[in-house]
């Protein structure tokens, strides 16, 4: 099997993931997500320790997950993590989570982030190591029209 790009990340579904029916419950997709976020993030050279160390944390404003197939217990999904949407404070990633197996498209996940100071609990700016990180990284980086990091936040 070739590598995969480090926007793809392989997610295992396990035990704590699924219900009765040994399918992956719906409220269990933001775990999964965030084990794909952590590593895509990771491989473009940005941690959540990073961001930390800066006195900046993130914060979840915003989560849409349209499912599409179900997934089963000990099943490996490749996650794709793109970055859709950028302003001055905020971004949006999109998670498109397929089974390895097969590429069935499993689910797809949009999570829009702002950025909070954490002595004054203020919104700041998108850190500029991060959006640089992101952006150096074009196919993790998927900005439409005029969706860029220079965008006032409307």
């Not at 997500?33 to 990073?50: K, L, N, S, W």
């Not at 404003?61 to 302003?87: F, G, K, N, Q, S």
């Not at 197996?101 to 797809?108: F, M, N, P, T």
């Not at 850190?127 to 006032?152: H, I």
């Amino acid at each position: 099997m070739a590598a995969l790009p480090p926007h793809v990340v392989p997610v295992r579904v396990r035990l704590q993931h699924t219900d009765a029916l040994g399918v992956v419950y719906h409220g269990r997709w933001a775990d999964l997500c965030e084990d794909a976020h952590m590593e895509a993030f990771r491989a473009v050279g940005y941690t959540h320790a990073d961001m930390l160390a800066g006195g900046v944390a993130s914060v979840a404003t915003r989560m849409a997950i349209t499912y599409h197939a179900p997934v089963r217990l000990d099943d490996v999904l490749h996650v794709e993590v793109a970055v859709v949407e950028m302003t001055r404070v905020r971004f949006t990633v999109r998670y498109t989570a397929r089974t390895a197996e097969d590429g069935r498209l499993a689910a797809v996940c949009d999570k829009t982030f702002a950025f909070v100071d954490t002595g004054a609990g203020r919104i700041v700016r998108v850190p500029q190591k991060l959006a640089s990180a992101v952006t150096g990284y074009l196919p993790m980086c998927r900005l439409g029209g005029n969706q860029t990091y220079m965008q006032e936040e409307t």
